[in-house]
T-cell receptor, first 116, second 115 residues
Framework: GAVVSQHPSRVICKSGTSVKIECRSLDFQATTMFWYRQFPKQSLMLMATSNEGSKATYEQGVEKDKFLINHASLTLSTLTVTSAHPEDSSFYIC????????????FGPGTRLTVT | AQKITQTQPGMFVQEKEAVTLDCTYDTSDPSYGLFWYKQPSSGEMIFLIYQGSYDQQNATEGRYSLNFQKARKSANLVISASQLGDSAMYFCAMRRGNYGQNFVFGPGTRLSVLP
């Protein structure tokens, strides 16, 4: 089946630094990737949608200058949290939709970010 | 706007019994897809079952079945013969259109299977 990986699985960074999270589709091409954020005991909230080769579309309330998304290839999207603060600590999950018609999104295992 | 409601924050079920997790949705789109995902404590989202808005029959996948009542806008998940490994968070989600992109998730239901 389709596999999506995320790296790193866990990261701890100091306040004010930036951290990059990678999302890769391992065995299929993903024209569209999605980034979600999940706070403890809450549901997933869509942050942004990225299409290969174009700018990401951010959901209302998500700061595009703080959460930089790059989808440079059909198998890789990155999320960079810039100038991280403790309130950015969360579980970040990406998902990917295969090229062509597909009703399914394939989720990565998630990245737990802790900002100290 | 699309919205998913899961009114059961937590559910308990005895091992080997069946359990129904409720999901209602709100959308004005004629075409949409409904999904159920399982999220164990490790965090990964595991796809369980899918129902398209034009599907005539209720979806089934092994021990999972989806009780789709379009007029009531409900898409309840039925897990038969519960197992201890079924203990997890369960999310109902909706996607606009048959091949649209945006997913909206419900708040989730935590299922605990008792031995």
């Amino acid at each position: 089946g389709a596999v999506v990986s995320q790296h790193p699985s866990r990261v701890i960074c100091k306040s004010g630094t930036s951290v990059k999270i990678e999302c890769r589709s391992l065995d299929f091409q993903a024209t569209t990737m999605f980034w979600y954020r999940q706070f403890p005991k809450q549901s997933l909230m869509l942050m942004a949608t990225s299409n290969e080769g174009s700018k990401a579309t951010y959901e209302q309330g998500v700061e595009k200058d703080k959460f930089l998304i790059n989808h440079a290839s059909l198998t890789l999207s990155t999320l960079t949290v810039t100038s991280a603060h403790p309130e950015d600590s969360s579980f970040y999950i990406c998902s990917a939709r295969a090229s062509g018609f597909s009703y399914e999104q394939y989720f990565g295992p998630g990245t737990r970010l802790t900002v100290t | 706007a699309q919205k998913i409601t899961q009114t059961q924050p937590g559910m308990f079920v005895q091992e080997k019994e069946a359990v129904t997790l409720d999901c209602t949705y709100d959308t004005s789109d004629p075409s949409y897809g409904l999904f159920w995902y399982k999220q164990p404590s490790s965090g990964e989202m595991i796809f369980l079952i899918y129902q398209g808005s034009y599907d005539q029959q209720n979806a089934t996948e092994g021990r999972y079945s989806l009780n789709f009542q379009k007029a009531r806008k409900s898409a309840n998940l039925v897990i038969s013969a519960s197992q201890l490994g079924d203990s997890a968070m369960y999310f109902c989600a909706m996607r606009r259109g048959n091949y649209g992109q945006n997913f909206v998730f419900g708040p989730g239901t935590r299922l605990s299977v008792l031995p």
